[in-house]
């Protein structure tokens, strides 16, 4: 005789029919996958062929954290292989397959946000997909205020005094405001101030080890201010060094436009 479901299992497995792959559930329940195939079934749940190798672009959304309509956009301008499936004669959904999507993600990870994924939500992660999740960590620590907010009298002043010592850099100066690189640059010649921070050793020569550290992290999925701080040099350096190297950037995605090899 089978293990008697409770009304919690059978909550969750309503729930997360469609948005987990059915291995997943079975796993998080402590089921065979047959098992839970069987009773989605008995409830209605439509066809588990439907969801067992891939999930809803409408779901995938809810699990990605991201709106529904920057997802279509990923179908038509950056060729996510979603496909229409047809559910019902009278309903059809996009849909996408783990294997595919995961393929696609790869190839665009710069484009997504792995520390809002929870581990498993989507099947089996490939390799990558933990150093992704530590970048976009990372990322969150350098995010600086959206660069309409207003300078205050006090941002001016803090700025003024970190030129005045002579002995703070940009990354730093940006670190303390919590604006962009580019920012600070930009008010520091709005307000027609003489001082400019330290410089870091951008205009040095790039050893191999350095370009083949910064391609690395680059394809990885890191920030340009997670870079430089690990090269000691400024994120716009960095990228400057990166364009040099030949890359260009679509929706924050490095694309190679000349060869270069990291062995």
């Known amino acids: 005789m089978g293990k ?3 009304q919690e299992e059978l909550d969750f497995l309503e729930d997360k029919w469609g948005v987990f792959n059915r291995e997943t559930i079975a796993k998080k329940l402590g ?14 749940l439509g066809d588990p062929l439907t969801h067992i190798d891939g999930i809803t672009i409408s779901k995938l959304s809810q699990v990605l954290n991201t709106h529904y309509g920057i997802l279509k956009n990923w179908i038509k301008k950056y060729k996510m292989p979603a496909k229409q499936k047809r559910l019902t004669k009278e309903k059809s959904v996009w849909m996408i397959s783990y294997q595919d999507f995961w393929k696609w ?7 997504l946000d792995f520390s809002r994924l929870e581990r498993l939500s989507l099947g089996p992660e490939p390799g990558w997909v933990e150093e992704k999740r530590r970048a976009d960590q990372l990322k969150k620590l350098h995010v600086p205020k959206p660069h309409n907010t207003p300078w205050s009298l006090k941002d001016d002043s803090k700025l ?18 919590k604006r962009s690189q580019g920012a600070i640059k930009k008010r520091i010649r ?3 101030l003489k001082e400019r ?7 040095n020569k790039y050893s191999p080890e350095e370009e083949k550290k910064l391609v690395t992290l680059l394809e990885q999925g890191y920030c340009f201010e997670e870079i430089a701080e690990q090269l000691n040099r400024s994120a716009l350096g960095v990228r400057g060094k990166a364009e040099r190297m ?18």
Do not use: C
Request: without cysteine; proline residues 6%.
């Open 160 to 177: 003024k005094w970190m030129l005045s010592k002579h002995k703070y850099s940009y990354p730093e100066i940006s670190d303390e405001l």
């Open 246 to 263: 030949g890359y260009k950037f679509v929706n924050g995605v490095p694309k190679k436009q000349s060869k270069w090899v990291v062995s």
């Open 105 to 111: 993600a790869e190839k665009n990870r710069h484009m």
């Open 31 to 44: 089921r065979s996958s047959n098992a839970v195939m069987l009773k989605a079934q008995r409830m209605g």
């Open 197 to 203: 921070p330290v410089r870091l050793p951008n205009h």
């Open 190 to 192: 709005d307000l027609g």
């Open 4 to 6: 008697f479901w409770t």
